[in-house]
């Protein structure tokens, strides 16, 4: 099975994650819209949200959401900003400002996805929750055989792998070229 994480930190794939870009069609309507947000999981109790788009500003709308936590019957309501960016040939990207706040602090991140960490009421960024990603908590075991080959074979691999389809991963051989110049 290989080496345990490195980390116990909590991952983005433990999280409910609210996308930006799957709700961007939505923002662009002048009318107020609603609607509901559905995560597929393996069980029969999927979890929801129902949102609406409010109209705030020019270059902002909000999003009202409204869902349930686990078992209990109080909703939890509240509102998130959105902002957009300019992008190349007028159009606009659009992200969410991360509503929570940390030590008495608002953090105001724009983020692309606001996760919902198992256990927390709101939806926040990666960054206020602590998240890292599943991959970069295992170990790439391609990593250690390659490193184990003369320098010479090593050379003939990673050049090879350039010239074939590319089996090694980028990471993969990114990691492998900064150990071994490490290692002189």
């Known amino acids: 099975m290989g080496r345990k994480p490195w980390t116990d930190r909590l991952t983005v794939e433990d999280c409910l994650a609210l996308d930006v870009s799957i709700l961007k069609g939505r923002f662009k309507l002048d009318r107020p819209v ?9 069980n029969d109790a999927d979890p929801a949200i129902d949102y609406r788009v409010v109209h705030v500003s020019a270059n902002g709308r909000a999003l009202g959401l409204r869902y ?7 909703p939890v309501e509240y509102t998130v900003q ?6 190349n040939f007028g159009r606009l990207r659009y ?3 991360c509503p929570l706040v940390r030590n008495g602090i608002p953090c105001l991140k724009r983020a692309k996805k606001l996760y919902l960490a198992p256990g927390a009421r709101y939806f926040g960024c990666r960054t206020c929750y602590d998240l890292t990603y599943r991959s970069a908590q295992q170990h790439d075991k391609h990593v250690d055989a390659l490193l184990r080959l003369p320098a010479e074979e090593l050379r003939k691999v ?5 010239t074939n389809l590319g089996t090694l991963t980028d990471r993969c051989k990114a990691t492998v070229v900064r ?6």
Do not use: E, H, M, N
Request: aromatic share 16%; net charge positive.
């Open 68 to 74: 349930f936590i686990g078992t209990s019957r109080t």
């Open 82 to 87: 959105t902002t957009t960016t300019p992008c």
């Open 34 to 42: 609603r609607g509901t947000y559905r995560w597929p999981r393996a």
């Open 95 to 97: 992200w969410f400002v």
């Open 179 to 184: 150990r071994f110049l490490k290692r002189g």
């Open 158 to 162: 990673l050049l090879q792998d350039a």
